[in-house]
């Protein structure tokens, strides 16, 4: 089956990376049937509205190339068609014009000990259509002070299908006569939504779970307008690391991670904090869905050709930042030296001023394995483009000065080897076997001199590339030092 699955954020706020994980198993349900990834704004409640949301929606798509093939469209524009089928249900007495001011509910709310619910009972003890005359309903509604809401049968088994949890009963009872239409005009949430699923042939809605508790209200609008429902896909929350609860913001920002896919006020994203698209949709991936062999990395198109929806989990899927780190670092470790000198322009920039475009080049391919994120290609080609600013004390400590300086005048000595980091490396194992240094710290020495600490590439790389003059100069600094 082809489908049609829609991402329909409401523009309350930024969208943050629980959002883009359901959007990203939209797409991927879309596109695995060569269907249609489609976006709508759910902007029907104006007084959330904020300013700034829906760009922050789009321009996280965009980075992330989740590319929408329709819409956005968007719901206040499309108050016309919610009228008209509004209209159908209050003809039919499947809905009803409420007038209960928000004291009178608040004072049956009080009465029932916060347990109030407007249903068929409690309906007609309120102020309503059904309980007023027709001619002060008229004369309510001509002052706007209604709402429309939806007629739940009184007692009634509702069945409703997810295609995560199977299928679900839930006793009509325990739902309420939820508000579908303000005296603005503006349907709200859930009756939008069904309106629209069935109006742009949406066949299947993939969401998160905190929904699940609307599908049988849903399903209700669906059999009163005899429309067949799509298929639904609640998808597990997304958990804080530790603990119990949904990961939120704070959470995010007491792990020292970002919480959104781009930057959003003073917050910034995973792009802005050297993240990878390929790699944040890999690890969202992994967040309620596992494929079936050991593989974790994935493409965004490996992911559309993998995936299966049956492989959907129940239950919550633990945020955990260090995988998508690791997942992030897969796929730079994979990237081509050119794209990674593309996506850091301040390191490319510092390469450019000291190295042909190959060399540039040549020295990505050394330290890609080294990458966590794209901040760490600054800090890795440091050593190509200047001396150690420090030496690690430690590491003096333990090879002794002594041993540091013997090393280090080897290489003086035998300068003309310099150039010659095979033949370098042969004469230091003789010279080290000669004056009993082993030969771990002779190449720790040579690496603290190059790097200032025992980390980094390859050392007979970086001396091959920082070239002879550089190599004696940094020994020079060394042997100054110490
Ligand atoms: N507007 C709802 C939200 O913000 C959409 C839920 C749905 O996909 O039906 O999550």
Same mark, same amino acid.
């Given at each position: 089956?082809?489908?049609?699955?829609?991402?329909?954020?409401?523009?309350?706020?930024?969208?943050?990376?629980?959002?883009?994980?359901?959007?990203?198993?939209?797409?991927?349900?879309?596109?695995?049937?060569?269907?249609?990834?489609?976006?709508?704004?759910?902007?029907?409640?104006?007084?959330? *509205?904020?300013?700034?949301?829906?760009?922050?929606?789009?321009?996280?798509?965009?980075?992330?190339?989740?590319?929408?093939? %329709?819409?956005? &469209?968007?719901?206040?524009?499309?108050?016309?068609?919610?009228?008209?089928?509004? %209209?159908?249900?209050?003809?039919?007495?499947?809905?009803?014009?409420?007038?209960?001011?928000?004291?009178?509910?608040?004072?049956?709310?009080?009465?029932?000990?916060?347990?109030?619910?407007?249903?068929?009972?409690?309906?007609?003890?309120?102020?309503?259509?059904?309980?007023?005359?027709?001619?002060?309903?008229? #004369?309510?509604?001509?002052?706007?002070?209604?709402?429309?809401?939806?007629?739940?049968?009184?007692? %009634?088994?509702?069945?409703?299908?997810?295609?995560?949890?199977?299928?679900?009963?839930?006793?009509?009872?325990?739902?309420?006569?939820?508000?579908?239409?303000?005296?603005?005009?503006?349907?709200?949430?859930?009756?939008?939504?069904?309106?629209?699923?069935?109006?742009?042939?949406?066949?299947?809605?993939?969401?998160?779970?905190?929904?699940?508790?609307?599908?049988?209200?849903?399903?209700?609008?669906?059999?009163?307008?005899?429309?067949?429902?799509?298929?639904?896909?609640?998808?597990?929350? &997304?958990?804080?690391?530790?603990?119990?609860?949904?990961?939120?913001?704070?959470?995010?920002?007491?792990?020292?991670?970002?919480?959104?896919?781009?930057?959003?006020?003073?917050?910034?994203?995973?792009?802005?904090?050297?993240?990878?698209?390929?790699?944040?949709?890999?690890?969202?991936?992994?967040?309620?869905?596992?494929?079936?062999?050991?593989?974790?990395?994935? #493409?965004?198109?490996?992911?559309?050709?993998?995936?299966?929806?049956?492989?959907?989990?129940?239950?919550?899927?633990?945020?955990?930042?260090?995988?998508?780190?690791?997942?992030?670092?897969?796929?730079?470790?994979?990237?081509?030296?050119?794209?990674?000198?593309?996506? =850091?322009?301040?390191?490319?920039?510092?390469?450019?001023?000291?190295?042909?475009?190959?060399? =540039?080049?040549?020295?990505?391919?050394?330290?890609?394995?080294?990458?966590?994120?794209?901040?760490?290609?600054?800090?890795?080609? @440091?050593?190509?483009?200047?001396?150690?600013?420090?030496?690690?004390?430690?590491?003096?400590?333990?090879?002794?000065?002594? *041993?540091?300086?013997?090393?280090?005048?080897? =290489?003086?000595?035998?300068?003309?080897?310099?150039?010659?980091?095979?033949?370098?490396?042969?004469?230091?194992?003789?010279?080290?076997?000669?004056?009993?240094? #082993?030969?771990?710290?002779?190449?720790?020495? @040579?690496? @603290? =001199?190059?790097?200032?600490?025992?980390?980094?590439?390859? @050392?007979?790389?970086?001396?091959?590339?920082?070239?002879?003059? %550089?190599?004696?100069?940094?020994?020079?600094?060394?042997?100054?030092?110490?």
């Amino acid at each position: 089956m082809i489908e049609r699955a829609r991402f329909a954020p409401s523009p309350t706020g930024p969208l943050h990376i629980g959002g883009v994980r359901t959007a990203l198993f939209n797409y991927l349900i879309a596109k695995k049937s060569g269907g249609k990834f489609i976006l709508r704004i759910e902007d029907t409640d104006s007084k959330r *509205t904020v300013a700034g949301a829906e760009d922050h929606i789009k321009d996280s798509l965009k980075w992330l190339g989740l590319n929408i093939d %329709e819409g956005p &469209i968007k719901q206040s524009e499309r108050k016309v068609l919610y009228k008209k089928q509004v %209209e159908k249900l209050l003809r039919r007495g499947l809905a009803y014009y409420a007038f209960d001011t928000s004291a009178e509910l608040e004072r049956a709310r009080k009465e029932s000990n916060g347990e109030f619910k407007y249903n068929h009972e409690t309906r007609r003890k309120m102020i309503n259509s059904f309980t007023v005359s027709e001619e002060e309903a008229r #004369s309510r509604i001509k002052r706007n002070g209604y709402v429309i809401r939806m007629v739940v049968p009184e007692k %009634e088994t509702i069945l409703v299908n997810d295609e995560i949890r199977g299928s679900l009963s839930f006793n009509s009872r325990e739902i309420e006569d939820k508000v579908i239409m303000k005296s603005d005009g503006m349907p709200t949430y859930h009756f939008a939504n069904v309106v629209d699923d069935h109006d742009m042939k949406i066949t299947s809605v993939v969401r998160g779970e905190e929904w699940l508790s609307s599908l049988p209200s849903h399903v209700t609008l669906y059999n009163y307008f005899g429309w067949s429902p799509p298929k639904f896909y609640h998808l597990p929350l &997304i958990l804080k690391s530790t603990g119990q609860g949904k990961l939120s913001k704070r959470d995010a920002e007491e792990q020292g991670h970002p919480i959104f896919a781009v930057q959003w006020e003073e917050s910034k994203g995973f792009k802005e904090s050297g993240y990878t698209p390929e790699g944040i949709l890999n690890y969202l991936a992994l967040l309620g869905w596992k494929g079936k062999g050991d593989d974790e990395k994935y #493409s965004l198109n490996d992911l559309v050709k993998k995936f299966d929806s049956k492989d959907i989990n129940k239950s919550g899927a633990r945020f955990d930042i260090k995988k998508a780190v690791w997942i992030n670092h897969l796929h730079l470790r994979d990237f081509s030296s050119k794209k990674i000198l593309s996506l =850091c322009g301040q390191a490319n920039t510092l390469l450019e001023k000291n190295y042909s475009s190959d060399v =540039c080049e040549e020295i990505i391919d050394l330290i890609k394995e080294r990458l966590n994120t794209l901040f760490d290609v600054e800090k890795e080609v @440091l050593v190509f483009v200047g001396q150690p600013k420090n030496y690690d004390k430690e590491v003096i400590e333990k090879i002794t000065r002594n *041993t540091i300086y013997n090393v280090l005048n080897f =290489c003086k000595l035998n300068e003309e080897l310099i150039s010659e980091p095979t033949l370098l490396k042969e004469s230091l194992m003789s010279f080290g076997s000669e004056k009993q240094i #082993s030969f771990g710290n002779i190449m720790k020495t @040579l690496r @603290l =001199c190059m790097v200032g600490s025992l980390s980094g590439p390859d @050392l007979f790389k970086i001396i091959d590339i920082i070239g002879p003059e %550089e190599t004696l100069h940094r020994i020079d600094s060394l042997i100054n030092k110490i």
